[in-house]
């Protein structure tokens, strides 16, 4: 039977009726995640990208799994690590336990990681966390403002623009918790050294912020 389901995944089913299938049996999910940690080939992103996409739709269903998503952080494949950044995103909408917790450190530390693409997922979801939990914002924002100190690398070599794209999201998560943070002048003069920004859309978003929330 195991057999029979791996072959019918690997053959990519529609996405959206299989979805469809889980919101209906969601005993479904741990048979995906047990797919994602033990092969090898390309159906685990297919089993990731199906969980990911449930997540979005009826979080509940796949926060029973928490633990089991939180160690795709720990992956050596970098795929299945962004897949785990963005559903714990996901579930903090359903997160009452404050399951997040136990590894927050670990996630936002990931704002820090050399691979722009793995931190700029915890950058552009970070603000989910605040949502839900407003404790955490401090905890975030103080993240944030390491930034600009960080070294992304692309190619293996140390890349400004990277770090300009950083920069820009560390602002758009600024522009959605500026009301509730304790930190809003740090906020304002972040952006101010951004508004003469080489990208341009950097520069954009930092100007844009200004003008919104200076008052």
Sequence with gaps: MADEFLAFLKGKPDVDGFIDEIL????I???LIGIINTEKGSVKFYCEKVIRLV????????????DEIAAFLDSSNSFIKWGGIVILSNLATVDDADNFRAVSK???????????????????NAY??????????????TEMFKI??????????????????????????????????????KMLAFAECQTDNTRKKVAKTAREFLKKHRE
Aim: proline letters at 7%; one cysteine or more.
């Design 24 to 27: 209906e049996d969601s005993g």
């Design 128 to 141: 989910k966390f605040v949502v839900k939990n407003p404790a955490y914002e401090k905890l975030i924002t």
């Design 106 to 124: 670990k996630y936002f530390s990931m704002l820090h990681s050399d691979s722009m693409i793995t931190a700029n997922n915890v950058a552009g």
């Design 148 to 185: 600009p100190g960080n070294t992304y690398l692309y190619k293996g070599e140390a890349s400004p623009e990277c770090r300009n794209i950083m920069l820009g999201s560390a602002i758009e998560y600024f522009d959605k918790v500026f009301e509730i943070s304790e930190n809003k002048e």
């Design 55 to 66: 997540s979005e739709k009826e979080p509940e269903l796949v926060y029973p799994y928490y």
């Design 29 to 31: 999910i741990p048979k």
